[in-house]
């Protein structure tokens, strides 16, 4: 913490996302965070810390603050609506009969 | 011939043992996090390497020594590795140009050696070319990021390859023994490594903005047994529990 109670900044090198894609072609899962000071750097260290016993057979790197999240401040307004529209939802709807499935 | 093939199987085998238990040195120690992983991984992937040329060697010498018995029961003198591998970790640049020295070399032998006669030696060398590949990516960017990182990094990495140049020349000797085994399609001759060698280490030295030192005589002896003082010093910390405890497992 610096004196003003501000916590410190990063000493370390900056903070990259890992996504791994599991083998059988799954999609990229997101598999944590590395620090690397370029790109290739971060693909040797996710390799290092997230794929070195099999799990993956491409992996992404990404700039953490490439990322754009939403905020807890966010969740009302982004999820809520969903909640009371269960017609978004494929199951819904009923299968007309003589459908085959 | 069986005997020759024991002899070649233990260099192989303790240039990867010792560099491997060099790297191990640094597990808690390196300078950030992932690094830390990084170097145990490589460490893990020539100790692998190494159990399985103990393997074959010990087949080859028929003398019921298994890995464990070549790794954990010889004395210094009866090591065959070459003299870079066994020197002092050093500061972080002499470990990664230590490891891009040899590196290099272990891919181009293993390329090699995938061609060998002996099945199951080419058998594991493919598994060593795949596995010193991404080493020498590892320690390739390193030598990358350092030579042309700070002024600090750069004068510590120049320093590392001023120190360990003349420990590079002991790879390409070749002697009776790999000839023999090289009429044989058994063995790489080591001396035909050297020139794809140069060009590759010169290559990544010019990138980094790093002087290839002009050193003559080069350091030799490691084959023979004939090793420096710090093989002795590793080895009693290596192999304290096998000695003390013998067939100790867990």
Redesign the interface.
């Known amino acids: 913490m610096k004196k003003d109670g501000s916590p410190k900044a990063d000493s ?2 900056p903070l990259w996302e890992v996504f791994v894609q599991p083998p059988g072609g799954a999609p990229h899962e997101h598999a944590g965070s ?4 370029d790109a ?2 971060a693909l ?2 996710a ?3 997230y794929a ?1 016993r099999g799990e993956g057979v491409n992996i992404w790197v990404v700039p953490t603050n490439a990322i754009t999240s939403s905020t807890p401040d966010d969740m009302g307004p982004f999820f809520d609506p969903g909640n009371d529209k269960p017609y978004r939802h494929p199951q819904f709807y009923k299968v007309p009969r003589g459908v085959k499935m | 011939m069986a005997l020759d093939t024991f002899e070649y199987l233990i260099r192989l085998g303790d240039d990867r043992l010792v560099l491997g238990h060099r790297l191990s040195e640094w597990c808690g120690h390196a300078p ?4 830390d ?2 170097l145990a ?1 490589i460490a893990l992937d020539l100790i692998g390497q190494a159990n399985l040329l103990f393997t074959l060697a010990g087949d080859a010498e028929g003398a019921g020594r298994d890995a464990d018995a070549l790794a954990y029961l010889r004395d210094s003198l009866d090591f065959r590795n070459v003299l870079l591998v066994e020197l002092p970790n050093g500061d972080f640049a002499v470990t990664i140009a230590r490891q891009f020295f040899f590196s290099v070399f272990a891919m181009l032998q293993a390329e090699a050696l995938m061609k060998s006669a002996d099945k199951d030696l080419a058998g594991v060398a493919e598994k060593m070319h795949k596995e010193s590949r ?1 080493h020498v ?2 320690s390739g ?1 390193w030598m990358l ?1 350092l030579g042309d990182g700070t002024e600090e990094s750069h004068t510590r990495l120049q320093d590392a390859v001023n120190e360990l140049w003349r420990y590079t020349g002991e790879l390409f000797v070749s002697d009776d023994v790999e000839r023999r085994l090289v009429q044989q399609k058994v063995a790489v001759d080591s001396s035909a490594i050297e020139a794809r060698w140069r060009e590759q280490v010169n290559e990544v030295l010019g990138r980094a903005g790093i002087q290839p030192p002009e050193v003559k005589w080069m350091q030799r002896g490691g084959r023979a047994g004939q090793h420096t003082e710090h093989l002795s010093h590793m080895l009693a910390e290596m192999q304290i529990l096998q000695r003390q405890h013998p067939g100790a497992s867990w």
């Open positions: 370390q090198w590395v620090h690397a000071v290739e750097h040797q260290n390799r290092d810390v070195r | 950030i996090l992932e690094e992983i990084a991984n991404y990516r590892h960017e990021k």
